[in-house]
Protein backbone atom coordinates (compact mmCIF):
# COMPACT_ATOMS: atom_id res chain seq x y z
CA UNK A 1 0.00 0.00 0.00
CA UNK A 2 1.32 3.67 -0.46
CA UNK A 3 2.23 5.36 2.71
CA UNK A 4 1.90 8.67 3.45
CA UNK A 5 -1.21 11.30 3.28
CA UNK A 6 -1.72 14.87 2.01
CA UNK A 7 0.01 17.65 3.57
CA UNK A 8 0.50 21.24 3.89
CA UNK A 9 3.90 21.40 2.21
CA UNK A 10 3.31 18.45 -0.18
CA UNK A 11 -0.23 20.22 -1.76
CA UNK A 12 1.04 23.63 -1.37
CA UNK A 13 3.93 22.98 -3.73
CA UNK A 14 1.77 21.07 -6.12
CA UNK A 15 -0.85 23.19 -6.46
CA UNK A 16 1.61 26.66 -6.79
CA UNK A 17 3.66 24.82 -9.21
CA UNK A 18 0.62 25.03 -11.83
CA UNK A 19 -0.21 28.86 -11.37
CA UNK A 20 -3.70 28.34 -10.86
CA UNK A 21 -6.13 29.31 -8.29
CA UNK A 22 -6.39 27.27 -4.59
CA UNK A 23 -7.83 27.51 -1.38
CA UNK A 24 -5.41 26.59 1.21
CA UNK A 25 -6.53 25.38 5.04
CA UNK A 26 -3.92 24.30 7.97
CA UNK A 27 -3.76 20.40 6.55
CA UNK A 28 -3.31 21.20 3.11
CA UNK A 29 -3.89 23.15 -0.31
CA UNK A 30 -6.82 22.40 -2.28
CA UNK A 31 -7.55 22.87 -6.61
CA UNK A 32 -10.79 25.28 -6.68
CA UNK A 33 -12.88 22.03 -7.91
CA UNK A 34 -12.07 17.85 -7.50
CA UNK A 35 -12.52 15.05 -9.77
CA UNK A 36 -15.75 13.61 -8.63
CA UNK A 37 -16.45 10.29 -9.67
CA UNK A 38 -19.99 9.38 -8.63
CA UNK A 39 -21.99 8.95 -11.99
CA UNK A 40 -21.48 6.32 -14.81
CA UNK A 41 -21.78 2.93 -15.31
CA UNK A 42 -20.24 -0.18 -13.54
CA UNK A 43 -18.25 -0.66 -16.93
CA UNK A 44 -15.03 -0.98 -18.07
CA UNK A 45 -14.97 1.43 -21.02
CA UNK A 46 -16.36 4.04 -17.80
CA UNK A 47 -13.55 3.04 -16.15
CA UNK A 48 -11.03 2.78 -18.62
CA UNK A 49 -12.64 6.80 -19.26
CA UNK A 50 -12.67 7.98 -15.80
CA UNK A 51 -8.50 6.34 -15.55
CA UNK A 52 -7.61 8.84 -18.63
CA UNK A 53 -9.89 11.49 -16.91
CA UNK A 54 -8.36 11.45 -12.90
CA UNK A 55 -4.47 10.89 -14.45
CA UNK A 56 -5.35 14.12 -16.90
CA UNK A 57 -6.51 16.32 -14.51
CA UNK A 58 -4.12 15.25 -11.39
CA UNK A 59 -1.25 15.95 -14.46
CA UNK A 60 -2.76 18.91 -14.95
CA UNK A 61 -3.06 20.84 -11.19
CA UNK A 62 -5.85 19.29 -9.99
CA UNK A 63 -4.92 17.62 -6.30
CA UNK A 64 -8.60 16.99 -5.05
CA UNK A 65 -10.08 13.22 -5.51
CA UNK A 66 -13.89 12.63 -4.51
CA UNK A 67 -14.91 8.95 -4.12
CA UNK A 68 -17.11 6.48 -2.11
CA UNK A 69 -17.24 2.63 -1.61
CA UNK A 70 -21.01 2.46 -3.64
CA UNK A 71 -20.14 4.82 -6.25
CA UNK A 72 -20.26 2.12 -9.26
CA UNK A 73 -20.48 -1.09 -7.31
CA UNK A 74 -17.13 -0.18 -6.09
CA UNK A 75 -15.58 0.39 -9.51
CA UNK A 76 -15.01 4.21 -8.93
CA UNK A 77 -12.45 3.27 -5.46
CA UNK A 78 -10.57 1.25 -7.51
CA UNK A 79 -9.89 3.20 -10.57
CA UNK A 80 -9.04 5.57 -8.52
CA UNK A 81 -6.57 3.64 -6.70
CA UNK A 82 -5.40 2.34 -10.08
CA UNK A 83 -4.40 5.61 -11.42
CA UNK A 84 -2.74 6.81 -7.77
CA UNK A 85 -0.39 3.72 -7.63
CA UNK A 86 -0.26 3.96 -11.48
CA UNK A 87 1.65 7.71 -11.08
CA UNK A 88 2.66 7.68 -7.85
CA UNK A 89 4.99 4.19 -9.26
CA UNK A 90 5.88 6.54 -12.40
CA UNK A 91 7.45 9.64 -10.13
CA UNK A 92 4.82 11.95 -11.93
CA UNK A 93 3.09 13.11 -8.45
CA UNK A 94 3.91 11.95 -5.03
CA UNK A 95 1.18 10.89 -2.00
CA UNK A 96 1.39 14.16 -0.17
CA UNK A 97 0.43 16.18 -3.40
CA UNK A 98 -2.96 14.93 -3.03
CA UNK A 99 -6.11 14.88 -0.98
CA UNK A 100 -8.34 11.55 -1.14
CA UNK A 101 -11.69 11.42 0.36
CA UNK A 102 -14.26 8.85 0.51
CA UNK A 103 -17.57 7.55 1.79
CA UNK A 104 -19.24 4.98 3.88
CA UNK A 105 -22.77 4.55 5.00
CA UNK A 106 -24.58 3.48 2.60
CA UNK A 107 -24.83 -0.48 1.62
CA UNK A 108 -22.74 -0.53 -1.51
CA UNK A 109 -22.92 -3.67 -4.22
CA UNK A 110 -20.07 -5.13 -5.66
CA UNK A 111 -19.81 -5.16 -9.17
CA UNK A 112 -16.67 -7.42 -9.48
CA UNK A 113 -18.32 -10.35 -7.07
CA UNK A 114 -21.31 -10.13 -8.84
CA UNK A 115 -23.53 -8.76 -6.20
CA UNK A 116 -25.79 -6.15 -6.22
CA UNK A 117 -26.44 -4.31 -2.65
CA UNK A 118 -28.99 -6.21 -1.23
CA UNK A 119 -27.35 -9.36 -2.21
CA UNK A 120 -23.89 -8.14 -0.56
CA UNK A 121 -26.08 -7.21 2.42
CA UNK A 122 -26.89 -10.46 3.40
CA UNK A 123 -24.39 -12.36 1.68
CA UNK A 124 -21.20 -10.38 3.11
CA UNK A 125 -22.35 -7.95 5.81
CA UNK A 126 -24.99 -9.93 8.12
CA UNK A 127 -24.15 -13.35 7.03
CA UNK A 128 -20.68 -12.76 7.85
CA UNK A 129 -21.34 -11.00 11.23
CA UNK A 130 -20.55 -7.34 10.30
CA UNK A 131 -24.02 -6.15 11.12
CA UNK A 132 -27.60 -6.96 11.88
CA UNK A 133 -30.71 -6.27 10.21
CA UNK A 134 -31.22 -3.86 13.92
CA UNK A 135 -28.44 -1.93 12.70
CA UNK A 136 -29.65 -1.15 9.36
CA UNK A 137 -31.63 2.41 9.11
CA UNK A 138 -34.17 2.02 5.51
CA UNK A 139 -35.75 4.73 3.90
CA UNK A 140 -37.44 4.22 0.37
CA UNK A 141 -34.61 1.67 -1.44
CA UNK A 142 -32.13 3.19 0.47
CA UNK A 143 -30.19 1.69 3.48
CA UNK A 144 -28.05 3.22 5.59
CA UNK A 145 -26.04 2.17 9.21
CA UNK A 146 -23.95 4.37 11.65
CA UNK A 147 -22.65 1.14 13.50
CA UNK A 148 -18.54 0.92 13.73
CA UNK A 149 -18.16 -2.19 12.87
CA UNK A 150 -19.60 -1.88 9.29
CA UNK A 151 -17.32 1.33 8.81
CA UNK A 152 -14.26 -0.55 10.20
CA UNK A 153 -14.99 -3.05 7.22
CA UNK A 154 -15.62 -0.13 4.93
CA UNK A 155 -12.01 1.40 5.72
CA UNK A 156 -10.42 -1.53 5.16
CA UNK A 157 -12.38 -1.97 2.05
CA UNK A 158 -11.60 1.61 0.90
CA UNK A 159 -7.95 1.31 1.97
CA UNK A 160 -7.66 -1.88 -0.33
CA UNK A 161 -9.42 -0.26 -2.85
CA UNK A 162 -7.84 3.07 -3.57
CA UNK A 163 -4.52 1.34 -2.71
CA UNK A 164 -3.83 3.64 0.63
CA UNK A 165 -2.17 2.97 4.21
CA UNK A 166 -4.16 6.39 5.11
CA UNK A 167 -7.39 8.25 3.80
CA UNK A 168 -7.24 11.68 3.89
CA UNK A 169 -11.16 12.80 4.31
CA UNK A 170 -13.48 9.82 5.46
CA UNK A 171 -17.06 11.07 5.44
CA UNK A 172 -20.41 9.62 6.70
CA UNK A 173 -22.58 9.44 3.31
CA UNK A 174 -25.91 10.55 3.73
CA UNK A 175 -26.66 10.01 7.02
CA UNK A 176 -30.24 12.41 6.89
CA UNK A 177 -31.32 8.64 6.04
CA UNK A 178 -30.65 7.33 9.62
CA UNK A 179 -31.90 10.73 11.31
CA UNK A 180 -35.36 10.05 9.12
CA UNK A 181 -35.53 6.40 11.00
CA UNK A 182 -33.80 6.73 14.38
CA UNK A 183 -34.80 10.14 15.52
CA UNK A 184 -32.92 12.95 17.49
CA UNK A 185 -31.95 11.46 20.42
CA UNK A 186 -31.29 7.88 19.08
CA UNK A 187 -29.14 9.56 15.80
CA UNK A 188 -26.60 12.17 18.24
CA UNK A 189 -25.88 8.69 20.34
CA UNK A 190 -24.64 6.73 17.68
CA UNK A 191 -23.31 9.26 15.73
CA UNK A 192 -21.37 10.09 19.46
CA UNK A 193 -20.05 6.00 19.23
CA UNK A 194 -19.12 6.32 15.27
CA UNK A 195 -16.90 9.56 15.88
CA UNK A 196 -15.17 8.10 19.14
CA UNK A 197 -14.32 4.94 16.66
CA UNK A 198 -13.29 7.43 13.76
CA UNK A 199 -11.01 9.22 16.20
CA UNK A 200 -9.32 6.03 16.89
CA UNK A 201 -9.25 5.20 13.28
CA UNK A 202 -7.06 9.01 13.18
CA UNK A 203 -4.68 7.25 15.92
CA UNK A 204 -4.08 4.08 13.46
CA UNK A 205 -3.37 5.94 10.49
CA UNK A 206 -6.07 4.91 8.81
CA UNK A 207 -7.78 7.73 7.94
CA UNK A 208 -6.59 11.63 8.58
CA UNK A 209 -9.94 13.37 8.80
CA UNK A 210 -13.43 12.81 8.64
CA UNK A 211 -16.58 14.56 8.13
CA UNK A 212 -20.42 14.58 7.16
CA UNK A 213 -20.98 14.04 2.84
CA UNK A 214 -24.82 15.02 3.00
CA UNK A 215 -27.39 15.45 0.20
CA UNK A 216 -29.98 17.38 1.59
CA UNK A 217 -29.42 16.61 6.15
CA UNK A 218 -27.92 19.98 6.66
CA UNK A 219 -29.73 21.99 4.27
CA UNK A 220 -33.16 22.01 4.99
CA UNK A 221 -36.03 23.52 7.44
CA UNK A 222 -34.85 22.45 11.19
CA UNK A 223 -38.13 20.98 11.71
CA UNK A 224 -38.42 19.16 8.79
CA UNK A 225 -37.64 15.12 9.17
CA UNK A 226 -33.95 14.43 8.49
CA UNK A 227 -32.73 17.59 9.22
CA UNK A 228 -28.84 17.50 10.78
CA UNK A 229 -27.43 20.34 13.27
CA UNK A 230 -23.93 21.18 12.55
CA UNK A 231 -23.34 22.71 16.15
CA UNK A 232 -24.60 19.29 17.80
CA UNK A 233 -22.38 17.59 15.53
CA UNK A 234 -19.49 19.91 16.65
CA UNK A 235 -20.07 19.42 20.09
CA UNK A 236 -20.40 15.96 20.18
CA UNK A 237 -16.64 15.74 18.54
CA UNK A 238 -15.50 18.46 21.21
CA UNK A 239 -17.04 15.96 24.15
CA UNK A 240 -14.66 13.49 22.72
CA UNK A 241 -11.25 14.79 22.04
CA UNK A 242 -12.22 18.53 22.93
CA UNK A 243 -10.80 21.45 20.10
CA UNK A 244 -8.15 18.42 18.71
CA UNK A 245 -11.21 16.90 17.22
CA UNK A 246 -10.72 15.27 13.48
CA UNK A 247 -14.33 16.35 12.74
CA UNK A 248 -13.36 18.91 10.11
CA UNK A 249 -15.18 18.77 6.67
CA UNK A 250 -18.99 18.65 5.23
CA UNK A 251 -19.68 17.71 2.02
CA UNK A 252 -23.25 19.21 0.45
CA UNK A 253 -24.73 20.09 -2.68
CA UNK A 254 -24.55 23.56 -4.14
CA UNK A 255 -26.01 25.01 -7.91
CA UNK A 256 -28.93 26.78 -8.66
CA UNK A 257 -31.82 24.08 -8.13
CA UNK A 258 -29.99 23.35 -4.33
CA UNK A 259 -28.85 26.44 -2.90
CA UNK A 260 -29.83 26.56 0.85
CA UNK A 261 -26.15 26.26 1.79
CA UNK A 262 -25.50 30.10 1.13
CA UNK A 263 -29.27 31.35 1.27
CA UNK A 264 -30.89 29.92 3.73
CA UNK A 265 -30.34 30.61 8.10
CA UNK A 266 -31.70 27.18 9.10
CA UNK A 267 -28.30 26.47 10.98
CA UNK A 268 -27.52 28.21 14.58
CA UNK A 269 -24.41 28.70 16.15
CA UNK A 270 -24.17 30.19 19.66
CA UNK A 271 -27.70 31.21 19.31
CA UNK A 272 -28.21 32.75 16.26
CA UNK A 273 -29.38 31.86 12.87
CA UNK A 274 -26.35 31.05 9.90
CA UNK A 275 -26.16 29.44 6.75
CA UNK A 276 -24.15 26.23 6.62
CA UNK A 277 -21.36 28.04 5.09
CA UNK A 278 -21.54 30.50 7.60
CA UNK A 279 -21.76 28.25 10.63
CA UNK A 280 -19.17 25.55 8.89
CA UNK A 281 -16.49 28.78 9.40
CA UNK A 282 -17.80 29.31 12.84
CA UNK A 283 -17.61 25.77 14.08
CA UNK A 284 -13.86 25.06 12.49
CA UNK A 285 -15.26 23.09 9.61
CA UNK A 286 -14.38 23.58 5.71
CA UNK A 287 -17.29 23.15 3.65
CA UNK A 288 -16.73 21.31 0.15
CA UNK A 289 -20.10 20.75 -2.51
CA UNK A 290 -21.32 19.02 -4.60
CA UNK A 291 -23.33 18.54 -8.11
CA UNK A 292 -22.96 21.75 -9.39
CA UNK A 293 -24.32 21.07 -12.29
CA UNK A 294 -27.19 19.00 -10.46
CA UNK A 295 -26.14 15.35 -12.07
CA UNK A 296 -26.44 17.13 -15.09
CA UNK A 297 -30.03 18.00 -15.14
CA UNK A 298 -28.80 22.10 -15.52
CA UNK A 299 -27.03 20.77 -18.73
CA UNK A 300 -29.98 19.34 -20.03
CA UNK A 301 -32.06 22.40 -19.49
CA UNK A 302 -29.49 24.71 -21.34
CA UNK A 303 -27.54 26.00 -18.66
CA UNK A 304 -24.17 27.26 -19.10
CA UNK A 305 -21.55 24.91 -17.44
CA UNK A 306 -18.73 27.35 -17.14
CA UNK A 307 -21.61 30.04 -16.00
CA UNK A 308 -22.60 27.54 -13.26
CA UNK A 309 -19.42 26.16 -12.22
CA UNK A 310 -18.32 30.34 -12.19
CA UNK A 311 -20.91 30.56 -9.70
CA UNK A 312 -19.76 28.28 -7.34
CA UNK A 313 -16.45 28.64 -6.87
CA UNK A 314 -16.68 32.21 -6.23
CA UNK A 315 -18.72 31.79 -3.29
CA UNK A 316 -16.72 32.73 -0.45
CA UNK A 317 -16.26 29.94 2.49
CA UNK A 318 -16.14 26.92 -0.39
CA UNK A 319 -12.90 24.64 -0.45
CA UNK A 320 -13.42 22.60 -3.41
CA UNK A 321 -16.19 22.00 -5.60
CA UNK A 322 -16.81 18.47 -6.85
CA UNK A 323 -16.85 17.99 -10.28
CA UNK A 324 -18.15 15.04 -12.16
CA UNK A 325 -15.72 14.24 -14.75
CA UNK A 326 -14.50 11.56 -16.86
CA UNK A 327 -13.35 12.47 -20.21
CA UNK A 328 -10.58 15.33 -20.62
CA UNK A 329 -12.60 17.25 -22.81
CA UNK A 330 -14.69 17.91 -20.06
CA UNK A 331 -11.52 17.76 -17.50
CA UNK A 332 -10.33 20.88 -19.88
CA UNK A 333 -13.17 23.15 -20.07
CA UNK A 334 -14.01 23.04 -16.37
CA UNK A 335 -10.33 23.73 -15.59
CA UNK A 336 -10.35 26.61 -18.07
CA UNK A 337 -14.01 28.42 -15.90
CA UNK A 338 -10.60 28.27 -12.90
CA UNK A 339 -8.51 30.70 -15.66
CA UNK A 340 -11.44 32.84 -16.25
CA UNK A 341 -12.51 33.00 -12.43
CA UNK A 342 -8.62 33.46 -11.66
CA UNK A 343 -8.14 36.15 -14.35
CA UNK A 344 -11.15 37.82 -12.28
CA UNK A 345 -9.13 37.94 -9.22
CA UNK A 346 -5.85 38.62 -10.34
CA UNK A 347 -4.30 34.87 -9.54
CA UNK A 348 -5.08 36.27 -5.77
CA UNK A 349 -5.79 32.74 -3.72
CA UNK A 350 -9.15 33.60 -1.44
Known amino acids: MISGYASLNGTKEYVTRFNQFYRTTPMFYTSSIGLGTHLGDMNENDSALY ?29 VGYVLTSLIERKLIKREDVVVSTKAGIIAGDIEANLVPIDYLQKVLIEGGIITEADLSIVDHHRHVLAPAY ?26 ISMMTLGSEVFYSQLETLFAFFETQVQMGHIKYYGLATWLGLLTNPNEHGYISLEKVVNIAKRLAGNSHHFRFIQFPLNRKINNGVRMKNQKVNHHWVTVVEAAEKLGLFSITSAPFHLGKLIDEGSSSQSMLLEVIQMKGILSTMVGMKRNEHIKENMETIRVFQNRINGKSL
Not at 58 to 70: F, Q, S, Y
Open 51 to 79: CKGIEYGLRKGLNVIDTAINYRGMKSERD
Open 151 to 176: YEFAIHKSKNHLNLETIDIYYVHNPE
